[in-house]
Nanobody, 120 residues
Framework: QVQLVESGGGLVQAGGSLRLSCTAT????????MAWYRQAPGKQRELVAS???????NYADSVKGRFTISRDDAKKTGYLQMNSLKPEDTAVYYC??????????????WGQGTQVTVSS
């Protein structure tokens, strides 16, 4: 069974940095797409960044120039490097991946979420 395991969240001062990771486990053939979402209390879940298999990336306007999404296919892991963090970045961050498993089957999976808190 495919699972996504997240790590790297925590408490950081405004202006600081964190790196989130998302590792896929199971009988995985490839990770086709990977994305990071976030959800703050009372807010809708929003797309933060995404990366496709070709390496093309997209970012929400609110994080452009500060966040970088990347992937290491050999490790079956995606990353979100977050620099110049602001209090408004505080949220639970979720990774999402489109995965090919058992060579031909495709599915979409969510990580368990990791809390990022930015103090002023």
């Amino acid at each position: 069974q495919v699972q996504l395991v997240e790590s790297g969240g925590g408490l950081v001062q405004a202006g600081g940095s964190l790196r989130l990771s998302c590792t896929a486990t199971g009988s995985i053939s490839s990770i086709n797409t990977m994305a990071w979402y976030r959800q703050a209390p009372g807010k809708q879940r929003e797309l933060v960044a995404s990366i496709i298999r070709d390496g093309i990336t997209n970012y929400a306007d609110s994080v452009k120039g500060r966040f970088t999404i990347s992937r290491d296919d050999a490790k079956k892991t995606g990353y979100l490097q977050m620099n110049s963090l602001k209090p408004e970045d505080t949220a639970v961050y979720y990774c999402n991946a489109g995965i090919t498993y058992y060579y031909t089957r495709r599915g979409n999976y969510w990580g368990q979420g990791t809390q990022v808190t930015v103090s002023s």
